[in-house]
């Protein structure tokens, strides 16, 4: 394993912990005021929480305006607050599945499903590199602040499309990067965990979505952190599709 894989398996092995005793353990890493708190009560009563599990930077959920009897897939899924609220979304005909590689983060997943009383969401160990789910088996691939993390990023992006339907669409929040950070920083493990480092440029975002055969790709940034040892990263809300053949 990467150090960098090994750094961030820690560090969300650390907060599911943290979270599984203390409630939520903040967003996006370092907290990097990166617009986690994007659900509103509401969201939470929905799935019995009272106060946020997200360590994400939006809220992915509401972007991709989900429709009863739908298959929702989350990359990286955390403490799974995505995957319930997507399963109450879709409705008891749809089913929302979460993926994840930290065991510490699955079994909190599986306690706040099993305490929201949520019957179609399913959580399951594995890499986002590499989706435990046959290939156009889902409607939508939601994430939130993980895809950032992958050291293969080109790898994630081609996991989503390869188990998306034809027609089925992208919904993601993510950090990019907006001014160049600085060298030493892109090589910290600790940065690259913290969400920062990984963050990479949205013209490449974009390329990366293009050349995995997704169509209509739209990065919309809406929360901008200045680093402190230089250049400036964001929170973005990207959209695609996968077209319909
Ligand atoms: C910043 S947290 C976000 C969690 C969740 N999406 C949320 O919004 O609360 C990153 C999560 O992605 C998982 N993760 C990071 N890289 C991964 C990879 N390559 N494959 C699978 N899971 C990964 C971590 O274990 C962690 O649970």
Same mark, same amino acid.
């Not at 617009?35 to 019995?48: A, F, P, R, T, V």
């Not at 969401?121 to 590199?129: D, H, Q, V």
């Not at 964001?234 to 053949?245: E, L």
């Given at each position: 394993m990467?150090?960098?894989?090994? &750094?961030?398996?820690?560090r ?5 912990r ?11 890493? /370092? ?6 708190? *994007?659900? *509103?009560?509401? $969201?939470?009563?929905?799935?019995? %929480?009272?106060?946020s599990v *997200? ?11 989900? =429709?009863?009897?739908?298959? +929702? ?8 607050? /995505? ?23 699955? =079994? %909190?997943? =599986?306690?706040?499903?099993?305490? &929201? ?17 046959p290939?156009?088996s889902? /409607?939508? +691939?939601? *994430?939130?602040?993980v895809?950032?993390?992958?050291? $293969?990023k080109?790898?994630v992006?081609?996991e989503?499309?390869?188990?998306? #339907?034809?027609?089925? #669409?992208?919904?993601?929040? /993510?950090?990019?990067? %907006? =001014? ?7 090589r910290a ?42 250049? #400036?990263i ?12």
């Open positions: 990467s150090t960098t894989r090994q &750094a961030v398996r820690e969300y092995a650390r907060a599911a943290q979270m599984a005793v203390a409630g939520n353990a903040g967003c996006c890493g /370092d907290g990097a005021g990166c617009d986690c708190g *994007s659900y *509103s009560e509401q $969201d939470l009563q929905l799935i019995g %929480l009272s106060e *997200s360590l994400g930077c939006g809220n992915p959920t509401l972007l991709a305006a989900l =429709e009863p009897g739908e298959k +929702v897939l989350d990359l990286g899924s955390g403490g799974g607050l /995505d995957v319930l609220l997507s399963a109450r979304r879709v409705g008891p005909t749809g089913h929302a599945f979460g993926v994840d590689m930290t065991d510490e983060m699955l =079994e %909190l997943a =599986e306690a706040n499903r099993a305490r &929201a009383g949520v019957r179609n969401a399913t959580f399951m160990k594995g890499t986002i590199e590499s989706v435990p789910l290939s156009a889902v /409607d939508v +691939v939601i *994430s939130n602040c895809i950032n993390l992958a050291e $293969d080109g790898a992006i081609h989503a499309f390869r188990v998306l #339907r034809s027609g089925g #669409r992208l919904a993601v929040a /993510d950090m990019v990067e %907006l =001014e160049p950070l600085a060298p030493e920083l892109k493990p600790d940065a690259w965990a913290g969400c920062v480092a990984g963050a990479i440029p949205v013209e490449q975002y974009r390329g990366l979505l293009l050349a995995a055969g997704f169509a209509e790709p739209e990065i919309e940034v809406h929360t901008v952190t200045e680093v402190p040892e230089g250049g #400036r964001g929170s973005a809300y990207i959209r695609a599709r996968k077209s319909s053949v």
